[in-house]
Each structure stands twice: as structure tokens, then as C-alpha cells.
């Protein structure tokens, strides 16, 4: 008797903890599920000197049956090594694009300009959303950016010029306070 | 034996004041300041590792707009002291007792405030210099600090005179010449998305402050001098009007009080 009760008890316990572990299906279907809208980047790596902008383009692609919902075009950057604090604000003048419908079969083409402020390895990608939830996410390949340090003023160069140039209107101070006492009568 | 040539009346002021300025060591001591302060900057830019990475362009354009930009507020410091600083100090009655053209006595000290400037250049070169060696565009820049700078500080001069001339104190003078500068230059700090909508790019261009400097940016950026000259239409006629009407306008309106009653 005891032994069925045991067995029951453990019969439910592992069909709760099967009902439990089973994935939840999502219901909602996205429109790129199929693959239908895709991204594509004109390079996929440029090498530069830190300071440089550089230009590159995405093509958003309706492949599928169906016209696309208004689309969102969000660039963003990120560094790949941990360190460098990265702005995206501050590397992009145009963050964000908006698309109208992309008719089946057709494309759009975004041109995207970035600003390395700084040196580093950085990766570049676009991402596409849609005010329709039923659409999902899909980004881009990535750009990778090497960005080569480019000191413009390095210092040995420097200490010269400043130490120097405001030597010449301290002498004329200089000049200019003798002559003024030389004029004052002598007590 | 021809009689020697009396001199003009401005030219009585503007080598007076000249001389106060620079053998008073007002102007050395502001060239000494001037000096200074772009060593000062020069060196923090070159430790910077933000700034030391910026595009030798931008770094050069930068420098241009700062060296500039402490131009003016030299020029604005002198000229907004100029007239209302002599009624503040109760010497501007004596000017006025003078034969002289009350146009003139302005058109001399406005004269003798852009001796500094002409000081001043020769020591921004080597900075300049110094900065722009990568872009390879070194004449360009020492080209756009004497003409574009020489324009504003003019113009910012002018600006201040005016102001200084009408002000019946020293203290309204400097606080409406520098709110006046700021509020033309402004435009200048806007954010990127702003700054292109069609009003605000309009504004930018009537705007002589803004005009200027974006015609210089456009310069450093790789434009011909001829490309965006139209730019320069609204500085150019602003100078021309300070320069024909405000002798004029002082000539019968300079007062003992400032204010604007003949």
C-alpha cells in the first residue's frame, strides 16, 4: 500500500518536472523567421588612422512574399577589446535610419558614416527593427575597424614651440618697462 | 618751404592710444598673457589623448577657432573699455572738448586695438605651424588666421566700440559686448542634427561669426578658396556698414551719458 502511494507520489513529481523542463513555444511567428529580409555590408574590415571617417553602406533586402513592415536601421559600434569606453553618439553623426515599406523583391540601400575618435579594434553593425512586434530583430555582418594611433602634436616637438615663442613678448615686456622707468625722472 | 600737412584727427588718437598701449605694457603684457595661454593649450592638447588623436585637420581647425577666438576677446576687451571706460574715469568730457570729430576719436581706438592683433599674429604662427605640419596645408592655415581672424577681430572690435560708445557705464558695456559675441557665435556649439536644419543652417550663414567659421572649416576640409565664398557676404557687409555708418551715427550722438539721445 505503501509502495503505491510511493510510486504515485514519484509518478506525479516527475511529470510536474516534465510538464516544468518542457520549452514554452512561442506563438507569434517573425516575418525574418523565413530569412526574408536580409543585410548586407558593402566591406567587411578597414584599417585607418585614429580620426579618420570612414563610409560604408548596408543594403536591406526583402527576398520573401510579402511587403515589409516601416523599418528602423540602428547603427552601432562597440570596442572589441575591454577597456575603451565607446560612444556610439559620439562616433556617428546619423544613429538611426528609417526605411518605408521594402516591396518584395526590392532593396534599400543606407550609407552610414563613422567617426574613429580613437584608437582600437572596433566592431561596426547594423541592426533592423520595425514598430511591428511581430518583426524581429536582424543585424547585420559586422564592419571590423583597426584603428591606428596617430599622435598629430607629439610631445618633443611641442616643448620647443611653447617654451620658446613666449619668450619673445616677455622680452618686449621686458624692453618696454626699462624704457618707462628710464623716462621717469631720477628722484 | 611747403608747410607740413596737419594730420587727420583719428590719426592724432590712433597714434596716441598706440602709444599708451604698448609703451604703457598693456600690449606686451597681453601678448605675454596670449603667449601663454597657447603654450598652455598646445601642450594639454598634445597630452590628451582624446584630442592628440583628432584628425590633423580638426586639430588644426581647432587651434584656428581658439587662437581666433582669444583674438576677440582681447579686441572686445579693449573696445568695450575704449569710450565708456573714459566716461567711467571722467576723461571723456575732456576728449570731447577736443576739435576733433567724435567719429574720429572712435575710428582711432579702434585703430590702435588692432595694432595687438597685428602683434598677435606673428606669435600664433609657430602654434599654427606646429599643428597643421601633417595636413600639409600650413599655408592655408597662417592664410586663414591673418584673413578670416583679421575679419573677425574686426569685426567683434567694431562690434565693441558701439556698444562702448552708447553704454553709460563700463560694467553694461562689457556685459552686452560679450553677450552680444556669445549669442552670434552660439550657433556654433549646436549639435550636428540642428545645425542642418534649413533655418538654423540659414541662420548660420546670415550670422557673420558662424559664417566665417564655416567657411574655414570648409577650407580645411579640402574647398577651394572660391567654393563657398558667399559665405563671407554677410561678415564683409556687416564691416562695411560698421565702418560707413558708425562714424556717422557717433559723429552726432556720442554723449557725455552713453544712451542713445542726441
Redo the contacts between chains.
Keep these: 500500500m505503501n509502495l503505491k502511494i510511493l510510486t504515485k507520489v514519484i509518478l506525479m513529481i516527475a511529470l510536474m518536472a516534465l510538464v516544468s523542463l518542457t520549452p514554452v513555444t512561442v506563438s507569434a511567428q517573425t516575418s525574418t523567421a523565413d530569412g526574408s529580409v536580409t543585410v548586407t555590408i558593402d566591406r567587411d574590415s578597414v584599417a585607418l588612422i585614429a580620426g579618420d571617417w570612414v563610409t560604408f553602406h548596408t543594403v536591406i533586402s526583402n527576398a520573401g512574399e510579402n511587403a515589409t513592415p516601416p523599418l528602423v536601421a540602428n547603427f552601432n559600434v562597440a570596442s572589441i577589446h575591454p577597456g575603451p569606453h565607446v560612444d556610439p553618439e559620439d562616433w556617428s553623426p546619423l544613429r538611426t535610419q528609417y526605411i518605408d515599406t521594402i516591396q518584395p523583391g526590392e532593396s534599400v540601400e543606407l550609407a552610414w558614416d563613422v567617426h574613429t575618435l580613437f584608437e582600437g579594434d572596433f566592431a561596426v553593425y547594423v541592426t533592423i527593427v520595425s514598430q511591428e512586434k511581430s518583426f524581429g530583430p536582424v543585424g547585420s555582418p559586422t564592419l571590423h575597424i583597426h584603428a591606428e594611433p596617430d599622435n598629430v602634436l607629439p610631445l618633443n616637438e611641442v616643448i620647443p614651440v611653447v617654451a620658446i615663442v613666449p619668450l619673445f613678448p616677455l622680452a618686449l615686456l621686458l624692453i618696454t618697462s626699462r624704457s618707462k622707468r628710464k623716462q621717469r625722472p631720477a628722484k | 618751404m611747403k608747410p607740413k600737412e596737419k594730420q587727420p584727427g583719428w590719426m592724432v588718437v590712433l597714434s596716441t592710444e598706440t602709444r599708451h598701449l ?4 598693456q600690449g ?2 597681453l ?2 598673457i ?3 595661454f ?3 593649450y ?2 594639454l ?3 590628451d ?2 584630442m ?5 585637420r ?2 588644426t581647425n581647432v587651434t584656428l577657432q581658439t587662437t581666433m577666438l582669444v583674438g576677440i576677446l582681447v579686441a572686445l576687451l579693449l573696445t568695450a573699455n575704449s569710450i565708456s571706460g573714459e566716461r567711467d574715469q571722467r576723461s571723456l568730457e575732456s576728449l570731447m572738448l577736443t576739435p576733433l570729430p567724435r567719429g574720429q576719436i572712435a575710428i582711432g581706438k579702434f585703430l590702435a586695438t588692432l595694432s595687438l592683433w597685428l602683434g598677435m599674429i606673428p ?1 600664433a604662427i ?2 599654427i605651424v ?2 597643421a ?2 595636413t600639409g596645408m600650413i599655408p592655408q592655415a597662417i592664410m586663414l588666421l591673418i584673413f578670416l581672424g583679421s575679419l573677425l577681430v574686426m569685426l567683434c572690435a567694431g562690434i565693441g566700440i558701439l556698444i562702448s560708445s552708447f553704454a553709460p557705464s563700463n560694467l553694461v558695456s562689457f556685459a552686452a559686448s560679450f553677450i552680444t559675441i556669445l549669442l552670434l557665435a552660439a550657433p556654433n556649439q549646436l549639435p ?2 540642428v545645425r542642418d536644419l534649413p533655418v538654423v543652417n540659414w541662420f548660420i550663414v546670415f550670422d557673420p561669426i558662424t559664417a566665417i567659421a564655416k567657411y574655414q572649416a570648409g577650407i580645411l576640409d579640402g574647398a577651394a578658396w572660391t567654393q563657398e565664398l558667399g559665405l563671407l557676404i554677410s561678415p564683409i557687409l556687416l564691416l562695411i556698414l560698421i565702418a560707413a555708418l558708425g562714424p556717422r551715427i557717433l559723429n552726432r550722438r556720442l554723449s557725455l551719458q552713453g544712451g542713445f539721445e542726441q
Design positions: 604698448w609703451l604703457g605694457r606686451p603684457l601678448l605675454l596670449f603667449s601663454i597657447l603654450s598652455l598646445t601642450t592638447v598634445a597630452l589623448p582624446e592628440n588623436v583628432l584628425s590633423p580638426s586639430m606669435i609657430p602654434y606646429l599643428v605640419k601633417s550636428a542634427s
